[in-house]
Nanobody
């Protein structure tokens, strides 16, 4: 099954920033909704942010004002810019695309926020 490819991730100090790029397969010509989820240890996977083809963005309350999701259609890439990071942002972040009645996932990239 086609997969999305995530990059970035890693470690940052509280208050720092990270950017997570995600590249969907080139066969995904039109992606109605694409976004980022995360799963912290011992917790369920949750939606962080998503963006529609109509450019509507949705964020979970805990990241509003700190995270920004953007789409670069020319390069077929989606970015999650994460600023003012907090220890509670530590999780594995997954890129996800919904199209054709199916949901596609990336392999996940780990983000650790600590001092």
């Amino acid at each position: 099954q086609a997969q999305l490819v995530e990059f970035g991730g890693g470690w940052a100090q509280p208050g720092g920033s990270l950017r997570l790029p995600c590249s969907p397969p080139r066969s995904f010509l039109i992606i109605p909704v694409i976004g980022w989820y995360r799963q912290a240890p011992g917790k369920e996977r949750e939606l962080v942010a998503c963006k529609t083809m109509g450019d509507t963005s949705t964020y979970t309350d805990s990241v509003k004002g700190r995270f920004t999701i953007s789409r670069d259609n020319a390069n077929n890439t989606v970015y999650l810019q994460m600023n003012s990071l907090k220890p509670e942002d530590t999780a594995v972040y997954y890129c996800s695309a919904a199209l054709g009645g199916s949901t596609y996932w990336g392999q996940g990239t780990k983000v650790t926020i600590s001092s």
